[in-house]
């Protein structure tokens, strides 16, 4: 776990740096109505990230950590995960090729003329679904290093990319950039690990099996609902917070999960890379408890000087990252960071499902925290404006929590998991 936490540290403040400097650019180039827009092609990109592979991801790392001396076994996993991908792509290509504009539509608001973006997409995604096939193999070896690595450059690159094409075009460059960073990630990745991935991935063994595809596809439903509900919500959201109060304060609101995001990297690498290839060899409840016992101890004291140190110098940071015009996000911050602590002590709790397989337990307890989330906030906008957003994302993760307590009483408790 100190492995894992030090070697992304690095790749956290690097990629805080180089954060800095694409928010800021975002913030003087197009504002926070084009940061608004921006977040929902970034929620887009999210979801297609996971579609891509059927949301299999999970059950890749596990199957890869399981199987990494089987190269027959890998085979046969690849094989499986690669027919899936192609099929996905296929249909994903006509949806986003020929329904583009009714698409933009959708995400960017009537009357956009986004559809441009839509048609890039259809001709990105299969990089997306090699991406997230290496990504997987990297977390499934558990080889952080190389993970930080490539983590670096594409993060570097991107931001370059993104400065460059907004600077030249605008909201329409930046839209254009952020579409066209898998495609630079997919020749990042082949660039500095494919000594690698040929090591695991042999492509002439690759055929038309679809051995694992009873395994994989156990994953695929309860990540994508989840990840296409987040994502939808988030994009609900925005409308929501333009059409109640201002496209500006959905850009407000859109930077402060920016935010979140960058400080919530520093254990974010710890769930796919430690927590569950640990939490899937665990078959008791007392190696459970000792599990979750160290990961607090660890990482809690630290997320929380440091959620105290980001609330203290938010007004600096506002500053840094963005405009003076963002100074009204201010108020966002009190509940975002109390929501966030929150959530990564009851996630850290709730990972259990994903290792276990519990593909109810996890499905129920995710949608009832992006209903709660989106339900809570279409109540409380109407009292507290924008911070009622935020205040809604506490909530949620507190009813979470005791939602994930009251499932995991026995494992917590007990003597043997169920």
């Keep these: 776990m100190l492995k894992v936490t030090s070697a992304n540290t690095g790749l956290v403040l690097v990629r ?25 092609l970034k929620n887009v990109l999210a979801f297609l990230e996971q579609f891509s592979i059927l949301g299999t991801s999970n059950g890749l790392v596990k199957y890869i950590a399981q199987h990494k001396v089987d190269k027959k076994q890998l085979s046969n996993l690849f094989s499986t995960v690669f027919v899936l991908s192609a099929i996905t792509c296929i249909i994903s290509f006509i949806i986003l090729f020929f329904w583009s504009n009714t698409l933009s539509n959708f995400i960017f ?18 990089f997306t679904s090699i991406n997230a096939v290496l990504y997987s193999l990297l977390n499934g070896l558990s080889a952080y290093r190389l993970f930080s690595k490539i983590g670096l450059v594409v993060v570097i690159t991107s931001t370059v990319l993104i400065v460059l094409l907004t600077i030249k075009f605008g909201l329409t460059g930046s839209l254009i950039a952020f579409s066209t960073i898998p495609f630079l990630q997919f020749l990042i990745y082949i660039i500095l690990s494919s000594k690698t991935y040929s090591g695991y991935i042999n492509l002439r063994s690759i055929s038309f099996n679809l051995s694992f595809k009873k395994q994989l596809l156990s994953y695929s439903l309860m990540t994508l609902v989840v990840v296409f509900l987040i994502n939808i919500t988030d994009v609900a959201i925005r409308h929501l917070i333009q059409d109640k ?4 304060d959905a850009g407000y609101w859109t930077a402060m999960n920016s935010i979140s995001k960058v400080y919530m990297q520093f254990t974010a690498a710890i769930f796919p890379l430690y927590i569950l290839p640990v939490y899937a060899k665990l078959n008791n409840t007392v190696d459970f408890r000792k599990e979750v016992i160290k990961i607090y101890k660890m990482l809690l004291p630290l997320l929380f000087i440091g959620m105290v140190i980001v609330f203290i110098f938010r007004d600096f940071i ?15 911050f009190k509940w975002q960071l109390l929501g966030d602590l929150v959530k990564f002590i009851a996630i850290v709790l709730s990972y259990q499902f994903i290792a ?20 809570f906030s279409v109540y409380f906008i109407d009292i507290y404006g924008t911070d009622g957003v935020v205040m809604a994302h506490f909530v949620r993760y507190v009813l979470f929590l005791l939602i994930v307590l009251f499932i ?6 007990g003597s043997k998991v169920e």
Excluded: C, W
Aim: glycine fraction near 10%; avoid cysteine; charge should be neutral.
């Design 16 to 40: 805080m740096l180089f954060s800095l400097v694409s928010q800021k650019a975002l913030a003087i180039l197009i504002g926070a109505e084009g940061i608004s827009l921006v977040g929902n």
């Design 109 to 126: 608001g009537e009357g956009s003329d986004f559809g441009f973006i839509f048609k890039i997409l259809a001709f990105i995604l299969p």
């Design 245 to 248: 109060i201002s496209m500006a």
């Design 318 to 332: 506002i500053k840094a990252l963005y405009t003076n015009e963002f100074l009204e996000m201010s108020s966002l």
């Design 356 to 375: 276990k397989k519990q593909m109810g337990y996890f499905i129920i307890t995710e949608v009832f925290s992006v209903l709660m989330f989106y339900g």
């Design 408 to 413: 995991l009483r026995h494992s917590l408790i």
